[in-house]
Every structure is written in structure tokens, then in C-alpha cells.
């Protein structure tokens, strides 16, 4: 019996994302720098350009911060938290319903409920797209979603006196 778990991130995905997203960064300012003229339609181009560049070397931050944490999901007794972007949210078991593994867009991603969630665009969101109110995306981990998502039910049965 599983009492404790941490899945590491896989190094190699967040290297590869890493690279996609400056390489992006790179790109878009060079066809800014391309696209560049005193017409407002070019002025529109680059600023647009950049600011989708920015995007993506926030993300790439992020992934870089993600490379420096040991764990992408760490889960115990208590609870579990997991990292999304800049930072770890965590949850008690009693937060949460039991998890699922459902497809997200191109992902598979173990999603979960929480009576608690606000309101709000992304949790009605995430119930249109998989049926939960908030999700973990697994396919970072050296596991499969799959595997993830039992060992999770399994933590949180055991916590809760669940049979």
C-alpha cells in the first residue's frame, strides 16, 4: 500500500517545451523585425508579434522553474499538490472527488471535482470540456495518466475510510 508519491516531471518533454517556446520568441521577433514599416497595418504586425513572443517566454519561465522543482505531483496522507505554471496548488482529499482520466484537447489529463470551485469562465469550462472542474495535466510525469490517476483514488479511499 501506497502511502506516499511524488511523480517527477520528465525532464526531457520540459527541455523540448523549453526550446519551442524561445524558439517561437526567436521567430516572432525576427518577423516583427521583417514585417516592421511605418504603415499601421506593419506597426500592428510586430506589436502583435511581440506580445505573443512575451507569451511564450512566460511560459518557457515557467517550464524553466519546473525543471528546478522535484516533483510535478507530490501526494500523501493529507492531501496532494501538483504544479501548474508558476505555481503549486494544493488540496486535502475531502476537497476533491475521485479522479478520472479524460481527454483534454490532445491530452490526456486526470480530472477531478471540487464542490468548492468558484464559478467562474474556466471552471464551466473545464465541466463543458471533460466533466470536472479542474484537471492535472499527467502526460508530464514519468507515468502514465493512467497509473496516476489509480494511485491517487487509491490515496484518497484510504484517507477518507473508503472501502
Given at each position: 500500500?501506497?502511502?506516499?508519491?511524488?511523480?517527477?516531471?520528465?525532464?526531457?518533454?520540459?527541455?523540448?517545451?523549453?526550446?519551442?517556446?524561445?524558439?517561437?520568441?526567436?521567430?516572432?521577433?525576427?518577423?516583427?523585425?521583417?514585417?516592421?514599416?511605418?504603415?499601421?497595418?506593419?506597426?500592428?504586425?510586430?506589436?502583435?508579434?511581440?506580445?505573443?513572443?512575451?507569451?511564450?517566454?512566460?511560459?518557457?519561465?515557467?517550464?524553466?522553474?519546473?525543471?528546478?522543482?522535484?516533483?510535478?505531483?507530490?501526494?500523501?496522507?493529507?492531501?496532494?499538490?501538483?504544479?501548474?505554471?508558476?505555481?503549486?496548488?494544493?488540496?486535502?482529499?475531502?476537497?476533491?472527488?475521485?479522479?478520472?482520466?479524460?481527454?483534454?484537447?490532445?491530452?490526456?489529463?486526470?480530472?477531478f471535482n471540487r464542490p468548492s470551485a468558484p464559478d467562474d469562465w474556466r471552471t464551466r469550462t473545464n465541466q463543458r470540456e471533460i466533466g470536472a472542474s479542474d484537471f492535472i495535466i499527467a502526460h508530464n510525469f514519468k507515468a502514465s495518466?493512467?497509473?496516476?490517476?489509480?494511485?491517487?483514488?487509491?490515496?484518497?479511499?484510504?484517507?477518507?475510510?473508503?472501502?
Open positions: 500500500m501506497v502511502s506516499q508519491v511524488s511523480y517527477p516531471l520528465a525532464r526531457g518533454v520540459l527541455l523540448l517545451r523549453i526550446a519551442g517556446c524561445f524558439g517561437f520568441v526567436g521567430a516572432a521577433v525576427w518577423a516583427s523585425m521583417v514585417s516592421f514599416n511605418d504603415s499601421p497595418s506593419g506597426i500592428l504586425t510586430s506589436v502583435t508579434l511581440i506580445g505573443c513572443g512575451g507569451y511564450f517566454v512566460y511560459v518557457g519561465a515557467a517550464y524553466i522553474t519546473a525543471l528546478f522543482d522535484g516533483a510535478g505531483l507530490r501526494a500523501d496522507e493529507a492531501g496532494f499538490s501538483y504544479r501548474f505554471l508558476w505555481q503549486r496548488r494544493r488540496f486535502s482529499w475531502r476537497e476533491v472527488s475521485e479522479f478520472k482520466v479524460a481527454d483534454y484537447r490532445m491530452l490526456s489529463v486526470v480530472a495518466p493512467l497509473d496516476v490517476c489509480r494511485t491517487l483514488n487509491e490515496l484518497r479511499n484510504r484517507a477518507l475510510g473508503v472501502a
